[in-house]
């Protein structure tokens, strides 16, 4: 091999031995990594020349050409980086992966060709791929510790696993003691169906006195909370199941049910005799049977009041075949949708509220800042006017705060110019919501873009068999598996994607 390509070769190895020190150094940022690609630029420029040349010449054969692959490979990888605004836990190992690849290539290259360069350290890059493969071991053992098979609880621990020092804590021999313990479980006879209350709510307090109010009458059966999606209607109605004043009314009689989209209502159905019967169920021959075997045995003079929550309900015909009449029996429904109520003398609607502007700013900061206020450090105003865009819906306030959690000023000044685009979101205007949502996929490089697009293939409304969007990405998209399951903890980090430790998605 002549000098010049000798010489490439070691500046090739100085641009990939910058990035992988930023990849596994917790304290580097991507402003610094840019900042040393542009004292660079000159080799990488040289680089290209290189590699862009139309073909080898004849002495360097088809070796060569291959190394040409390689050096474009590389800086495809380098001009991602470029256009990265941030990079956390997730992103260091995955783009780390990518580069460590790229060397070990180029090395295989080198040896094949049995030439000895001394401008590369062998060494650094073994302990550089060390490092890598350390921190991806961390991330996989910190996951299956800490994943409960509550979704918020998830969303929170890996938002917070990929902004705090755990690579850096445990190379330096370190105990990471920053991880918020977990949430711990509602209690109850059936706790094992009903999620967990969100790791921080507000605003709530006025909302559950108003609708225990309506409860408690006398002559009302059924109250319907009404509401757009994301605005909270989950979270009220797990503050009601835990309620101590709901729990004494009803003593204790509380069944919480998750209905979703296109149910089995046969199972849910077979879940409540389970709940408020007890005892040995018998084998109904059809969803009519099991309704009206239920309908008679709560008839029955003696049974207790029994709540019941029928949880994110999308069709009228959901709630007929869930729903039961008896002395002292109450149902709460909550729904996207005004038409799955049944509007009869003893039941009554409850729209859900925007939170009011104080709340609003307090759950942003949270998601955004890791705590319920601005940091002294980032700039009120703009803080404020992403935020007042979101106009109170929760959803949003926790996806946007998410998505801008640690990113520098200019992608908070590109996020509040394209959310203020929009309408004011409401139920009238709930493209407008996707169009504001839009803001926390423009973060995303392209690879983890196309991955999230990957779940538009699933049945809406349907839980997800994590082994199966894996498989798209490992044998589909040719995505290494470890790099696969980094994307998929960073989606749920973001809370684009509920991920549960029953190995299933939201």
């Not at 840019?34 to 020349?49: F, G, T, V």
């Not at 000895?116 to 650094?124: A, M, S, T």
């Not at 169906?193 to 408690?216: A, E, H, R, T």
């Not at 015909?317 to 799955?340: H, N, P």
Request: a negative charge; glycine letters at 6%.
């Amino acid at each position: 091999m002549d000098s010049v390509s000798q010489s490439i070769i070691g500046k090739f190895f100085i641009v990939t031995r910058t990035i992988l020190n930023s990849m596994v150094s917790n304290k580097s940022s991507c402003a610094e990594l840019r900042q040393n690609l542009l004292l660079l630029k000159p080799s990488i420029d040289e680089i290209a020349k290189l590699s862009s040349q139309s073909g080898p010449a004849p002495e360097r054969g088809h070796p060569f050409k291959d190394f040409q692959g390689q050096l474009q490979d590389g800086l495809h990888i380098v001009k991602k980086l470029e256009r990265m605004s941030s990079f956390n836990l997730y992103r260091r190992y995955r783009y780390g992966k990518k580069i460590q690849k790229i060397e070990k290539n180029v090395n295989n290259f080198l040896r094949t060709l049995d030439v000895h360069n001394p401008d590369v350290d062998f060494k650094g890059f073994s302990e550089q791929s060390e490092l890598i493969e350390e921190m991806g071991r961390l991330i996989m053992e910190r996951v299956n510790v800490k994943m409960t098979n509550d979704a918020s609880t998830n969303s929170f621990m890996l938002h917070q696993m990929s902004t705090t020092e755990l690579f850096q804590s445990a190379i330096d021999g370190s105990h990471d003691t920053t991880m918020s313990e977990q949430s711990e479980q509602i209690t109850g006879s059936d706790s094992s169906q009903v999620p967990s209350m969100p790791n921080f709510v507000v605003g709530l307090n006025n909302i559950v006195s108003d609708v225990k109010q309506i409860l408690f009458q006398k002559g009302v059966s059924i109250v319907g909370v009404e509401g757009m999606g994301g605005s909270g209607k989950t979270t009220l109605a797990l503050a009601l199941y835990n309620d101590p004043q709901v729990k004494d009314f009803f003593q204790n009689k509380i069944v919480f049910i998750t209905v979703a989209w296109s149910p089995n209502v046969m199972a849910l159905l077979e879940i409540m005799w389970d709940k408020m019967i007890g005892g040995r169920r018998p084998v109904f021959q059809s969803i009519e049977d099991a309704h009206n075997q239920l309908q008679k045995k709560l008839s029955l003079k003696g049974n207790p009041q029994t709540l019941v929550i029928l949880d994110d309900v999308w069709s009228k015909s959901d709630v007929e075949r869930l729903l039961f009449e008896a002395d002292g029996y109450k149902t709460v429904i909550t729904t996207r949708q005004d038409l799955a109520i049944p509007h009869t003398d003893s039941s009554r609607v409850y729209n859900m509220p925007m939170l009011q502007k104080d709340d609003a700013l307090s759950l942003f900061c949270f998601w955004a800042f890791g705590q319920p206020s601005i940091p002294t450090e980032n700039d009120d105003v703009i803080v404020k006017q992403v935020e007042a865009v979101c106009m109170g819906l929760p959803l949003a306030l926790k996806v946007i705060g998410s998505s801008l959690r640690n990113e520098p000023q200019p992608v908070w000044e590109k996020a509040k110019k394209k959310l203020s685009r929009a309408e004011s979101i409401s139920k009238h205007h709930r493209e407008d919501l996707l169009h504001c949502l839009e803001t926390s996929i423009d973060v995303l490089d392209d690879e983890t873009k196309d991955c999230f697009l990957d779940l538009g293939a699933f049945p809406k409304g349907r839980k997800i068999c994590v082994g199966s969007l894996l498989d798209i990405w490992v044998y589909v998209r040719g995505m290494d598996w470890k790099d696969a399951f980094v994307v998929l903890l960073e989606l749920a980090s973001r809370n684009l994607l509920n991920l549960t430790s029953d190995s299933s998605l939201l």
